[in-house]
């Protein structure tokens, strides 16, 4: 499996923003699709993920309640909408795919796209 992720850009504080990932191959119900963002001098972080199966979704603690995760399995595409955006959202945003939520369970990752968020 390959993914390619999309829509990051430059947004202000309180816009929304939507990032989407496709992905290339078979996705298996089990496969935990996920996003993980990481700022200049920071850790990589968990952001938000999705089993692909059932629809389960997870989010980190500074995200919950702004951003969603979505998923269309005929498109094979998943889906960040990130509301009341805020500047320490700015960050490179990974979509990865993996069997579980923590970052070692994750194996497969696209390539980052920028979001900065300005005050």
């Known amino acids: 499996v390959q993914l390619q992720a999309s829509g990051g850009g430059l947004v202000q504080a309180g816009d929304s923003l939507r990032l989407s990932c496709t992905a290339s191959?078979?996705?298996?119900?089990?496969?935990?699709m996920g996003w993980f963002r990481q700022a200049p001098g920071k850790e990589r972080e968990f952001v938000a993920g999705?089993?692909?199966?059932?629809?389960?979704?997870y989010y980190g603690g500074s995200v919950k309640g702004r951003f969603t995760i979505s998923r269309e399995k005929g498109k094979n595409t998943q889906t960040l909408q990130m509301n009341s955006l805020k500047p320490e959202d700015t960050a490179v945003y990974f979509c990865?795919?993996?069997?579980?939520?923590?970052?070692?369970?994750?194996?497969?990752w696209g390539q980052g796209t920028q979001v900065t968020v300005s005050s």
């Open positions: 990865a795919a993996g069997t579980n939520y923590d970052h070692a369970d994750f194996h497969t």
């Open positions: 191959g078979r996705i298996f119900s089990s496969t935990v």
């Open positions: 999705i089993r692909w199966g059932a629809g389960t979704t």
